[in-house]
């Protein structure tokens, strides 16, 4: 059986009606044909679009088939126990063009109950902000049912919506249930639970290029709202450097940013896979005796054997690194 070892996969693009071009001009990630790219696949296990190792021996093989052959060495023993041949997150770049719908996603238990999915908890990290870009997080009042369907039906709907002005760096936490959206001029690294399932709940009555609206979840959105008011929205952390800091930890992943100008060796010796986003600079990835070379834009899935590596770098980089804590 071949040894495991860091994979990275192929880009998967989706162009969306929001896309825009930072994905290809910022991220360096040629989407073309397509003419924009709205978010970009990076490792993802949804049934629809599973991701491709593009390096090393195993290359060609899917992410499902990595899981099918080698199970709890690829993913950790409590992870295969809790999710078996499900891969538990899903890991993407977003570039916001325009805004995207003010949308929710259902929990765990409303989402297999009606799609027979995990629910979908997720998390923000800005990678680049225009001036002035702002997003939409929870609401910023307390509001029910029926005050939220006559703000929704009379078209007030952002009168009652926490909006926050956004600078590189912010993260965000948004557990399902949370309503939201990504605005205009900003480029972001999503981390989630494995899942598709969005009710998007108004999208500004834009139209695609054959003259249709966007299909609206309203109904389905009722029971999946959180309408309580929550104190702090945006994720507050201490940003400092050659350290990890801790700026998620959640029952579906944990995550810290390392945010590092020397090499550094880290200790993965927990019953976890471990993901790296790069959001800034580069590094060679060095386990055993081989090492992988990293940069802005790549993402790195660790299996659980691998329990010890060293981060190199001449120019200093900037990675979210994530893994499940049972």
Known sequence: MAVLYPFKF???????IWGGQKINTYLGKDFSPLPNCGETWEISGVKSDVSVVENGSLAG?????LLEKHQHELVGKKIYERYG?????????????????????????????????FGKTEMWYVIQADAGATLISGFNQTV??????????SGSINDILNQEEVKTGDVFFLPAGRVHTIGK????????????????????DRVDDKGNKRELHTEEALAALDYQ???EYKAVYEKKSNEPVEVVKCPYFTTNILDYSQPVSRDYSFDSFVIHVCVQGSYTLQYGDEHLNVSMGDCVLIPATIKDVKLDTQTGFKILESYVEE
Not at 61 to 65: D, F, I, P, T, Y
Request: hydrophobic share 35%; net charge negative.
């Open 85 to 117: 041949k499900e891969f538990p997150l899903l890991v993407k770049f977003i570039d916001a063009n325009d805004d995207l719908s003010i949308q929710v996603h259902p929990d765990d238990e409303l989402a297999k109950q009606r799609h027979d999915s």
């Open 185 to 204: 001029g900003l480029l972001i690294a999503e981390i989630q639970q494995t899942s598709d399932v969005t009710y998007r709940i108004y999208d500004f």
């Open 229 to 231: 008011v929550h104190p």
């Open 10 to 16: 192929k880009t998967i693009f989706k162009d969306k």
């Open 61 to 65: 093989e899917s992410l499902a088939q």
């Open 144 to 153: 029910n049912q029926e005050i939220y369907l006559e703000k929704l039906n």
